[in-house]
């Protein structure tokens, strides 16, 4: 049998040209995202009317009908419709710095400046990851100098003045700072082939998993020096700091483990096969894929930390949340708690925003330079 | 300890079990300097775990197993002694994907060895020169076809100045028309006089090639011989069904 096949298929050849133009630009963006259907062209108009609604009463309230200044312990405000942000500026100075003593407030200025500066310029990432390390180091160091005093003729300060947001930056540093190692080790630990190691890993890995943080920080601060003979004497503060690491370690080292299972054996076996040591395969192979690979999942992590120092002024220290709960204490601006509190709200999304903006970059990074090598 | 004889790896009586399952038997084999063998054999038949015993990445149970002069008695100082004079080249290239190909190589002769940087670099520029791609030194491994990959790999082994290369089945994950550039690196390799043992179901280049063809199935060794008798004339049945069907499938 030699009949020619039905099927067919035609040679041609045409120059690449673009799409048709009701395929690309604005109108297809309409078409496609918008109005795809006459059900969803209602949603569209009737969401993008409630969000127009929706705006003009929040400009109205915190713009338009807003007092921004109010002496006389803000006589102003009492007949405004809007917003009274006048509490901002009357009381900025208890939110930033706490109870530190006002004199001394541009230590506290100047350590946020610090924290800012340096944040920004890590961000770009001109530097070596070296040196943007010893730059946070140094940050660090400079800021519990600061806090404390007592050289260089500052009047030296106790832990329980310190506040505001250098107590939020301070906490927060010293928990990544001390936690992400600890992390790191722990996950490692709890796929080691020694018993031993691997029991305590897990033991404590699931048994600060298995707490509150309010616990934790309570049994730290408040339980443990009932336990220790009374000559030792931590600073209530570094008891409290040394529950929030261990608390943030528990979490992150289950993400990193994560990643480090994520990592495909044969990377270890080439690596082994160089006649790499143990050490030396985890330090420049293992790790830096595995940390590349949780970096969406750590970010979460590190972002959760920072709000997690909040919970340091139910032990008496008064972090920006804690100082913005003291400064509206005054029965004069008692009333106008909520733009208070927005204004810290504010702040802690554009702190955190930029930690996670910065974290999707990276992520944008890492994408770009390593497509997966089977 | 040294044992001074003229093979780079010797083997008698290796036994290897995965739970009860028998994977080596009595497996016996020695490779003198400067010679290629071959191993070949239906999968699952022993011939990856073998060539991942001789550089430690799997552990025998029982028998003699002495590479480039040291005893693989199981000790870290041992493996570290074979590892470092023996390449492994693997099926799935195994590069580190987050290091830059001349990192790649320059990795275990900075670290391992404790080389200088710029000497490893002069050095790497000078393997990857030799397998053809000089310049894709600053690529990263996802930038690379699978050809080029496995060339980076063979020449990231070489990097050790291995006295013996191991090669496990080193063309099997590759398109068709990137399998003869790395076989030719390979012949080239074979040629100036480097010992080697390859895992592979090329049979043309194990017939170009080997100085022994070694058959293996079910965890033992079958047949040995020099691969124009193994081919043309395989002395037992198992290799003889063996040489039909890969003939008749190329």
């Not at chain 1, 009317?49 to 803000?74: C, E, F, K």
């Not at chain 1, 944040?119 to 806090?147: D, E, K, M, N, Q």
């Not at chain 1, 008496?316 to 106008?336: E, H, I, S």
């Not at chain 2, 693989?72 to 830059?100: C, E, I, W, Y």
């Amino acid at each position: 049998m030699n009949t020619a096949p039905r099927s067919f298929a035609l040679p041609a050849s045409s120059p690449p040209r673009l799409p048709p133009a009701d395929a690309r630009g604005l109108r297809a963006f309409l078409r496609t995202h918008l109005f795809q259907s006459p059900l969803a062209g209602v949603f569209t108009f009737l969401l993008g009317a409630l969000l127009i609604i929706a705006l003009w009463h929040v400009v109205r309230w915190s713009v338009i009908d807003a007092v921004w200044y109010a002496p006389d312990n803000g006589a102003a405000c009492r007949t405004a419709l809007g917003a009274c942000w006048a509490v901002i500026a009357e009381k900025y100075r208890v939110i930033f710095f706490g109870a530190y003593p006002y004199d001394e407030q541009w230590r506290g200025g100047l350590i946020i400046a610090l924290w800012v500066a340096w944040g920004a310029i890590s961000a770009t990432r001109l530097l070596s990851v070296g040196t943007r390390l010893a730059g946070w180091a140094l940050v660090f160091v400079v800021t519990i100098l600061l806090l404390k005093g007592g050289l260089f003729g500052l009047a030296p300060v106790g832990t329980d003045l310190w506040g505001g947001l250098p107590l939020t930056f301070l906490i927060f540093g010293g928990t990544i700072a001390g936690g992400l190692p600890l992390a790191i080790l722990l996950a490692i630990g709890r796929r080691s082939e020694l018993p031993v190691v691997r029991l305590l890993c897990v033991a404590t890995i699931e048994g600060v998993r298995g707490i509150p943080l309010l616990a934790l920080l309570f049994f730290a601060a408040l339980i443990l020096p009932l336990f220790l003979p009374p000559q030792l004497t931590v600073d209530k503060l570094i008891r409290a700091e040394i529950g929030m690491i261990i608390f943030f370690a528990a979490y992150a080292a289950e993400v990193v483990r994560g990643g480090l299972q994520a990592v495909p054996e044969g990377q270890d076996e080439a690596a082994k096969a160089l006649g790499l040591g143990y050490w030396l395969r985890m330090r420049k192979i293992i790790l830096p894929q595995a940390l590349a690979i949780v970096v969406p999942a750590l970010f979460n992590d590190i972002i959760r930390a920072f709000k997690n120092t909040t919970f340091f002024s139910i032990l008496g220290l008064f972090d920006v949340l804690g100082a913005t709960k003291a400064a509206l204490q005054d029965p004069n601006w008692v009333r106008y708690g909520t733009e208070g509190y927005l204004f810290v709200f504010l702040l802690y999304f554009i702190i955190c925003s930029a930690m996670s903006l910065y974290g999707s970059s990276i992520e944008r990074d890492n994408k770009r330079r390593v497509r997966r090598a089977t | 300890m040294t044992v001074t004889r003229d093979l780079v790896v010797e083997m008698s009586g290796l036994n290897k079990w995965y739970g009860e399952h028998h994977a080596l038997r009595d497996v016996s084999l020695g490779l003198a300097a400067g010679e290629k063998i071959v191993l070949c054999g239906p999968s699952g038949s022993g011939k990856s775990t073998l060539i991942r015993c001789i550089n430690g990445l799997e552990a025998f149970h029982e028998g003699d197993l002495i590479v480039c002069g040291t005893r693989l008695d199981g000790t870290q100082d041992s493996l570290t002694a074979v590892r470092r004079k023996a390449g492994m080249v693997f099926q799935n290239f195994n590069l580190f994907p987050h290091l830059t190909v001349l990192e790649n190589l320059t990795l275990g002769a900075v670290y391992a060895r404790g080389e200088p940087q710029d000497r490893a670099i002069e050095r790497a520029h000078g393997l990857l020169a030799r397998v053809q791609l000089t310049s894709q030194t600053l690529k990263f491994p996802g930038q690379l076809s699978g050809g080029q990959r496995q060339r980076v790999a063979i020449a990231r082994a070489l990097m050790l100045e291995p006295e013996v290369m191991l090669f496990d089945e080193p063309t099997s994950a590759l398109d068709p028309e990137m399998v003869h550039e790395v076989l030719d690196v390979m012949e080239e390799l074979a040629v100036s006089g480097q010992a080697m043992i390859v895992v592979t179901h090329e049979m043309g280049f194990a017939r170009s090639v080997a100085d022994l063809v070694v058959f293996m199935d079910q965890g033992e060794i079958v047949e040995a011989a020099r691969p124009e008798i193994f081919f043309d004339a395989p002395a037992t049945a198992r290799a003889k069904a063996f040489v039909g069907q890969i003939s008749h499938a190329t």
